[in-house]
């Protein structure tokens, strides 16, 4: 059974620097695309970065160039880095990946999420 792992996350000052990083466990034929979403309490699901295998990427509009996200397909790794953290980027974040395995073309997994907690 092919899962998420994840890490990094914790209590971090507003202005502070967190990374997230997450790996696939598991045996998998392909890799699509990798990338973070969050929930907040009391609000939905919320799209961060994804990566694409061929490295591209799409932020949403919040991040206005505070994060970065990177991927290693080799090692199946996807970390988002982020700085300038602000409270109400308080949240449970979610890794994500599309995977191809051998009885499934496209598949959908999620991490159990990892909280994220800007305050001082």
């Known amino acids: 059974q092919v899962q998420l792992v994840e890490s990094g996350g914790g209590l971090v000052q507003p202005g502070g620097t967190l990374r997230l990083s997450c790996a696939v466990s598991?045996?998998?034929?392909?890799?699509?695309?990798m990338g973070w979403y969050r929930q907040a309490p009391g609000k939905s699901r919320e799209l961060v970065a994804t990566?694409?295998?061929?490295?591209?990427?799409n932020y949403a509009d919040f991040v206005e160039g505070r994060f970065t996200i990177d991927s290693d397909n080799r090692k199946l790794t996807v970390e988002l880095q982020m700085g300038d953290l602000k409270p109400e980027d308080t949240a449970v974040y979610y890794c994500?990946?599309?995977?191809?395995?051998?009885?499934?073309?496209?598949?959908?997994?999620w991490g159990q999420g990892t909280l994220v907690t800007v305050a001082s």
């Open positions: 598991g045996t998998i034929s392909s890799m699509y695309v």
């Open positions: 994500y990946a599309q995977i191809g395995t051998i009885i499934t073309q496209y598949l959908d997994i």
């Open positions: 990566i694409t295998s061929g490295g591209l990427t």
